[in-house]
Every structure is written in structure tokens, then in C-alpha cells.
């Protein structure tokens, strides 16, 4: 009988740990699958997740949204650049949409993103959204903290374009910059959008096009009015006033200014002490949606054994309420 093969997970860290881009590769992979409901890894792959989550913890974790449009992916590969000419390593994690036929990432911010690929100073993953609401794709988090822990340090999320309350990346960042882009319309309007209220920095793009002003200066007004940004939301925001600045990503303009504005955030978090709230926050979201994975993988389990509770819902026999009491509790006793 031949010997059990050695487990290579220990040395796959440490590889990638030492720089080794094939074992950042695979430890993204592993973030990608690795606690999902279809997942086939088992308790050794789980345990160097763990390892990875534990090795995390140093970088800057920066988030991007905005709406669909705004010019995010050109943004961030503008920002990418400058954080590089200052000498700090860069990784991004960016959200795209799902293809249809595979499920898979349609790596579009990769093709635009494609001017750092030979530089080692950088790594860039691209996610599949894979239907996960709020911007960012189930294990976004996981693939932060692989960066994180092979000494990335800045890492940035990138969400696909989200609309009004998808804002679950204000939950994982230490800096959330929302980019808008000119000609936002009616500035009531926009002001309404929940995702304007999350941000700790607010980036006009394309402020190369003649209306980029008067976006810049609704933002400022609003801004004001204490109608943007965190002040006062009791997350983290104290003493923080949320700057505006108009960036061009075709000419660079303002892209300085932004590399300064996200390293002045994060020093204000560090002096004021805010970056502990926002940690035990980002740890939080972390716990729920592990919990929710968990009971996920519970409920498909008890797939058979619902046909006759779901049969009762439907017949109005029981309530929703009382089904779920139940599905929990038959998924909460031990097999």
C-alpha cells in the first residue's frame, strides 16, 4: 500500500508567504471555495484558511463602489499606479459580474487593469458576484486576507457597480472611497442614494468632462449639510471630514491627491483609535456571514427532510415563523 501523500498545505503558505505568485494563485482559489455550500475541500484546506486569517491583519484595507459607470476599474488602476511610485505593495480584489453560461468572473477589471502584470509589487484577483447582493461576492473577505497575509500592503475591493443600500463594503474596509461620476442629475436625488453616506472619501471622476464641477460642487454642498459621509454615524467617522476630490484617470489629475487622502485616513483611524471600532466591525460581518454559510450548508443537508414542512407552508398548515423555528432546530441538533 502506498505512503499517504505529505500534506502540502503548511508549505503552500509559506510559499506564498516568500512571494511565490503560483501560491497566491492557489490560496485565492482556496479562499474562492473553500466553507461554501457547494464545497468539496475538507478539514485540512479549512485549517489553512484559518492559518491565513490568523497571519492577516496588517494591511490597509481600502473599498471602491460606486455606481455602475462611474469608472471604478480606471480609478483604481490609476491609484494602484501612484501607491506603486510610493513604493507600497498593492493588492486589489476586484468584483465582477458573473457569466451566465460558466458562473465565472468575466475578468473585465483584469483586462483593464492589465498594465500592472508584470510587476510583483501588485497582484490582482477577479471574483464572480456569483448573485451575492451588496457588491461584493461571498468570499471577497477570504481573498482579502490571503493578500493580507502574504504582506500586501494595501489591498483594495472593487465592487461591481451597486445601487441604492448595497453598501456591504462600508462593513469591510477601513477606507471606503465612493467614486461618482459627472452629471450625477438632480442633487436631491443623489443625495438620497444610501451609498453616498458611506463614504470617507467621495471621488468625482472623469473631472477631465465640463459638468465634473458642478458634480464636485453638489458633493461639497451636500457634504455641508452633513448629507455625505460618516460623521456622527457613531462607526468610526469622529473627527474626520470626508474630502471631495475631482480625479482624471486619463490625465492623472487628482490621483495624488486621492493616494494622500486614503493614507491620511488611514492614519487619522490609527491616532484616533477608530480603526479597533472598524475592526471589531469588519470581524462581526465576518462572524455572520460565516454563520450564514454555516447554516447554509445545514439546510441543504435537510433538503429531504423538508418536502413536509414546505408541504404544510403551502397548505397553510403552519406559519413561516414555526417552520423556521423548526428547520433550525432540527439543523442545530447534533448528528
Same mark, same amino acid.
Given at each position: ?13 509559506? &510559499? ?12 485565492? +482559489? ?17 485549517? =489553512? ?10 494591511? $490597509? ?8 459607470? &462611474?469608472?471604478?476599474?480606471?480609478? #483604481? @488602476? ?7 511610485? %510610493?513604493? =507600497? ?15 465565472? !468572473? ?9 498594465? $500592472?502584470?508584470?510587476? @510583483?509589487?501588485?497582484?490582482?484577483? +477577479? /471574483? ?35 445601487? %441604492? ?14 467614486? +461618482? ?20 472619501? $467621495? ?21 455641508? /449639510?452633513?448629507?455625505?459621509?460618516? %460623521?456622527?454615524?457613531?462607526?468610526? !467617522? ?23 487622502? #486614503? ?30 454559510? $454555516? ?27 414555526? &417552520? ?6 432540527? !439543523?442545530?441538533?447534533?448528528?
Amino acid at each position: 500500500m502506498a505512503a499517504p501523500k505529505p500534506d502540502p498545505s503548511p508549505d503552500l503558505l509559506a &510559499a506564498a508567504q516568500g512571494g511565490d505568485r503560483r501560491a497566491i494563485a492557489k490560496l485565492l +482559489s482556496l479562499a474562492e471555495t473553500t466553507g461554501s455550500a457547494a464545497s468539496k475541500s475538507g478539514a485540512t484546506d479549512s485549517d =489553512l484558511m484559518a492559518r491565513v486569517y490568523q497571519a492577516a491583519g496588517s494591511a $490597509h484595507v481600502v473599498g471602491v463602489t460606486g455606481p455602475p459607470g &462611474a469608472g471604478k476599474s480606471s480609478l #483604481v @488602476n490609476a491609484l494602484v499606479k501612484e501607491l506603486r511610485r %510610493q513604493d =507600497l505593495t498593492v493588492g486589489v480584489i476586484a468584483i465582477d459580474p458573473s457569466s451566465p453560461f460558466s458562473g465565472g !468572473a468575466i475578468l473585465g477589471d483584469r483586462v483593464r487593469m492589465g498594465d $500592472h502584470g508584470g510587476d @510583483n509589487g501588485v497582484f490582482i484577483r +477577479s /471574483l464572480a458576484t456569483q448573485g451575492a447582493m451588496g457588491g461584493l461576492a461571498r468570499p471577497a473577505l477570504d481573498s482579502v486576507d490571503v493578500l493580507d497575509a502574504c504582506g500586501f500592503q494595501v489591498v483594495m475591493i472593487e465592487t461591481v457597480g451597486v445601487g %441604492q443600500d448595497e453598501v456591504d463594503v462600508a462593513a469591510a474596509a477601513h477606507t471606503v472611497i465612493v467614486a +461618482s461620476p459627472p452629471g450625477l442629475g438632480d442633487g436631491v436625488q443623489a443625495m438620497k442614494a444610501g451609498i453616498l453616506e458611506i463614504a470617507d472619501i $467621495h471621488v468625482v471622476t472623469k473631472a477631465d468632462r465640463a459638468d465634473a464641477d458642478q458634480t464636485a460642487a453638489d458633493l461639497a454642498g451636500a457634504q455641508d /449639510l452633513g448629507l455625505t459621509g460618516r %460623521q456622527g454615524r457613531g462607526d468610526g !467617522a469622529t473627527g474626520w471630514r470626508v474630502p471631495v476630490i475631482a480625479t482624471s484617470a486619463n490625465t492623472g489629475n487628482g490621483v495624488a491627491d486621492l493616494a494622500q487622502a #486614503v493614507r491620511d485616513h488611514g492614519a487619522h483611524l490609527a491616532a484616533s483609535g477608530e480603526d479597533k471600532t472598524r475592526r471589531r466591525r469588519i470581524a462581526l460581518m465576518r462572524l455572520e456571514s460565516a454563520a450564514l454559510d $454555516h447554516m447554509r450548508r445545514e439546510f441543504k443537508r435537510l433538503a429531504p427532510e423538508m418536502a413536509d414542512l414546505i408541504d404544510d407552508l403551502a397548505a397553510r398548515r403552519a406559519d413561516p415563523r414555526t &417552520a423556521a423555528r423548526l428547520l433550525m432546530e432540527k !439543523a442545530l441538533t447534533p448528528r
